[in-house]
């Protein structure tokens, strides 16, 4: 049997064996395309979350001794099995996030990538030499922090949990990773990947369970060094809150409401199909989705119509029929965006097409149709908060500084790109907008494994992805040593 299917009950997986909660609570898990029960899965409770933390304290010291270079081996070997097993955690991934099978298939294949990338870089993770006075010299290590927390979200359970782990697990850390109640069903199935590949019980173990339950048991821990929180600003203040009073570290990766800067000499034939996946893609449903337009007025109407053909054109279903866009995950995240069409509306903004809670035939899932809303001004609510849904707010400006300006004025900061035939224009937009990531005529890199991702303002701080995560995942010590000639 793959470690990756469906059952009728999931369990949590803690030292190594997978096992019900203790209190015997379990709650559903939906399958967003029919909103009928996929699978019922064990709810951690305290008990079970701290039965996780003392395993992964226990595992700990003795992964942090496996030398770097078998770390490494072990993280390239579960790239490997996942690609082994790719069709069917891939299924299994459409139908627990509701996500077209080939969109499933793509990050199964980013999930190989994160392990593979940090399974080379296990054995490259150098300190620096500092030269002191005299002969005298410090030198630095980058040493494990011990148990980290990762709590995810449920737009993307399988690329986000293997970021999180791959790097945790390469520097040596022990994790307990707790995964959104929505979709928890392959952060678990890695967990019995790395289980396969050899890493020893206890150094992953994965909670799913209740955010307010398990998820604050786990920010409350003052036997945890340090949390990675993927999600939403509330929650996020509440981990951060409850990570303060232990003074514990965090790393958080919150929201965004990315602009796509089309300035007048863009490329729209290019443009076009690039800006409506960037939107559709999870159903919108994605931290760095692009949700804003900022457009030269010159080419507003050129380009609202051409996005309105692309938008009526695509196709909505069940993910496991591989249509361009599925459902929205849960009945709540649909209301939540239906309601925000109505905000659109009552604020002055046209809606030229989609919006409704589209129909699919024979399913009673969670569908709605991208929306594309034109007459947006920057104060306005669809323009400024995340709406989490296959939204487009189009903003038409006048001159290239009010373009960087508008793409600015957002609490936001995570993503952009930048839509110029002119190389000049192009660079002083990448350099001036205030995100983590800056695209230049194209949006996103894959899964962009290699590169660095963080927000600004309020779409968090840290950073994940890259090597620059190494060092999230690692405190430096540093040994400083006095040099005595022989004959002083
Ligand atoms: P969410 O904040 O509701 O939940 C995220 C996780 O936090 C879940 O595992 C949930 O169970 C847990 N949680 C809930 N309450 C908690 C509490 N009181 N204490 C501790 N944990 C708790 O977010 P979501 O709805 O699952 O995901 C959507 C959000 O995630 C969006 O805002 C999106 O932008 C963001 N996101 C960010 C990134 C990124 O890398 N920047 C990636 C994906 C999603």
């Not at 379990?26 to 003392?54: M, S």
């Not at 309601?339 to 030229?352: I, K």
């Not at 303002?457 to 000639?485: C, H, N, P, W």
Request: aromatic share 6%.
């Amino acid at each position: 049997m793959s470690v990756a299917t469906v059952e009728d009950r999931t369990d949590l997986y803690i030292a190594g064996a997978r096992r019900p909660a203790r209190s015997g609570e379990r709650f559903e898990d939906r399958d967003p395309a029919t909103g009928l029960r996929l699978t019922e899965v064990a709810a951690a409770g305290h008990e079970d979350v701290q039965a996780a933390i003392d395993a992964a304290r226990a595992a700990q010291p003795g992964w942090a001794r496996v030398p770097p270079r078998e770390r490494g081996a072990l993280l390239t070997e579960v790239a490997r099995r996942i690609r082994g097993v790719a069709d069917d955690l891939a299924r299994v991934e459409s139908t627990d996030t509701g996500k077209p099978l080939s969109q499933a298939r793509a990050d199964v294949e980013v999930a190989a990538q994160y392990f593979a990338f940090y399974g080379g870089a296990a054995d490259k993770v150098y300190g620096d030499t500092i030269p002191l006075d005299g002969d005298d010299f410090a030198v630095t290590f980058r040493e494990p922090l011990g148990v980290v927390a990762q709590i995810i979200p449920w737009n993307y359970p399988l690329q986000i949990g293997a970021r999180s782990l791959a790097v945790a697990l390469l520097a040596g850390n022990a994790t307990v990773l707790k995964p959104a109640e929505e979709a928890p069903l392959t952060p678990l199935a890695l967990a019995e990947l790395l289980a396969g590949a050899g890493l020893p019980p206890g150094v992953v173990n994965v909670v799913p369970g209740l955010g307010e339950v398990a998820g604050a048991y786990l920010a409350a821990s003052d036997d945890i060094d340090h949390i990675t929180f993927t999600g939403g600003a509330e929650t996020g203040r509440l981990v951060m809150a409850a990570a303060a009073r232990n003074l514990k570290p965090v790393t958080m990766e919150l929201g965004g409401k990315s602009p796509s800067v089309v300035l007048a000499d863009a490329d729209l034939s290019r443009a076009v199909p690039v800006i409506t996946k960037a939107l559709i893609q999870n159903t919108g449903q994605t931290c760095s989705a692009g949700t804003r337009v900022v457009v030269h007025a010159s080419r507003h109407d050129e380009l609202v119509d051409r996005l309105a053909e692309a938008f009526a054109a695509v196709r909505v279903g069940r993910g496991l029929d591989d249509p361009d866009m599925g459902p929205l995950i849960s009945a709540a995240q649909r209301e939540r965006v239906l309601s925000y069409l109505d905000v659109g509306r009552e604020e002055g903004s046209r809606m030229v097409t989609g919006g409704d809670g589209r129909r699919v035939e024979g399913l009673d899932g969670y569908f709605v149709a991208p929306a594309l809303l034109t007459d947006v001004t920057p104060e306005m609510r669809v323009a400024r908060e995340e709406i989490f849904g296959p939204v487009l707010s189009v903003l038409a400006v006048d001159d290239d500084d009010e373009a960087l300006r508008t793409a600015n004025d957002s609490p936001f900061g995570l993503i952009a790109a930048v839509w110029t035939s002119d190389v000049d224009r192009a660079l002083w937009l990448a350099r001036n907008l205030q995100c983590g990531q800056v695209y230049v005529n194209s949006y996103g890199a894959g899964g962009g494994v290699p590169l660095p991702f963080g927000g600004y303002k309020r779409s968090g701080f840290g950073r994940e992805k890259g090597l620059e995560a190494i060092m999230e995942y690692t405190q430096v010590k540093t040994i400083a040593f006095d040099v005595r000639a022989p004959r002083e």
